[in-house]
């Protein structure tokens, strides 16, 4: 069995006539909408900042729509053959209480359609490390997370591959790939899975997995969480932007391999970033790091949910 799902990071202004099922760029006007030729892609704005005045365009193929995108309550569903492209955008006051909500809703919402497995999920909302009701706001997001994912009885060994970022923008975007069938989660053997970090992190743990492995009729695809400069459950090199970046990329080097000798290189990345002038520094490392085969990547600023931590990226292997 295959799950038919393909990206692309599209540079801006290049027409593009291929119908994506869900699109994501950085545009300053956040919100979900329905774009692209009869409405067909639910394109996202979540908020946050580009590094670039003209950011290339993240998009989603999937197989052939078997519906248009709907926005009733709040929730944005596509179906596109064997996957659904889901999305939510709602206030991000009472964070612990909201998120529960939304993973609920949104959980029900994949159920309902026969999409019950979840691959990939990014979540962004404002205030990252604010105070609210005892916690910090990351925390709060994780305690209403897993309540919800508890209360779903969706199991450890199936968490989604996930990101969680701060924004600039207020409001909870949340948007999600399901499919009919799982995926293969893959953790990363230089970290403690995040779902078994200390309680000191957040009383209930983070719930993702390092990465979502699936099998494409083109071949073996890589969904890679959100990743950053932590070894074991400890963030290694505070304030040290370049040291950070290189042990990301030795993360994501060792999700690579624990994902299997048969996948391929990175189609595209995106680098999360707390202050945007580091940019050039870490443009430079890549650049070492990856040489000839460097992917497009999309830059943007964001607050990693450690204070510590000046930099996340995520990927795809395709
Ligand atoms: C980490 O490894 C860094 O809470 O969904 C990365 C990806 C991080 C996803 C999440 C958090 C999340 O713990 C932070």
């Not at 596509?78 to 609920?104: H, K, N, Q, S």
């Not at 459950?233 to 370049?242: C, K, M, T, V, Y």
């Not at 990175?266 to 430079?284: C, G, M």
Request: charged residues 25%.
């Amino acid at each position: 069995m295959t799950i038919d799902l393909d990206t692309r990071l599209i540079p801006a202004d290049t027409a593009s006539a291929e119908p994506a099922g869900l699109s994501l760029r950085p545009a300053n006007d956040p919100g979900i909408r329905c774009a692209g030729a009869n409405g067909t892609t639910l394109a996202i704005d979540p908020g946050l900042a580009s590094l670039d005045p003209a950011p290339p365009e993240e998009r989603w193929f999937a197989g052939a729509a078997s519906n248009a995108p709907s926005g009733e309550g709040g929730l944005y569903r596509r179906v596109c053959g064997d996957v659904l492209f889901i999305a939510r955008e709602g206030p991000d006051d009472d964070l612990r209480e909201r998120t529960r909500d939304v993973y609920r809703d949104l959980v029900a919402a994949c159920r309902e359609a026969g999409y019950p497995y979840l691959l990939r999920m990014w979540n962004f909302f404002g205030r990252i490390h604010e105070p609210e009701k005892g916690l910090e706001r990351y925390q709060a997001f994780c305690t209403g997370r897993a309540e919800a994912l508890e209360a779903l009885e969706i199991p450890l060994g199936g968490m989604p591959a996930a990101t969680a970022i701060g924004s600039d923008h207020a409001g909870l975007f949340v948007h999600a790939i399901a499919a009919r069938e799982p995926g293969t989660p893959v953790e990363n053997p230089r970290q403690v899975s995040a779902y078994h970090y200390p309680e000191r992190y957040s009383p209930k743990s983070p719930s993702f997995a390092r990465a979502t492995r699936i099998e494409t009729p083109r071949g073996p695809m890589l969904l890679i969480s959100g990743t950053a400069s932590i070894t074991g459950h400890e963030s290694r090199h505070p304030g040290d932007i370049a040291a950070q970046t290189r042990e990301t990329l030795a993360n994501l080097d060792t999700l690579h391999a624990e994902g299997g000798a048969d996948l391929p290189g990175l189609r595209w990345l995106r680098v999360y970033l707390r202050h945007p002038e580091h940019r050039d520094a870490v443009e430079a490392i890549l650049r070492e790091h990856y040489g000839a085969r460097t992917p497009p990547v999309q830059w943007v600023r964001g607050d990693v949910c450690r204070q510590e931590l000046l930099i996340e990226i995520e990927g795809v292997h395709a």
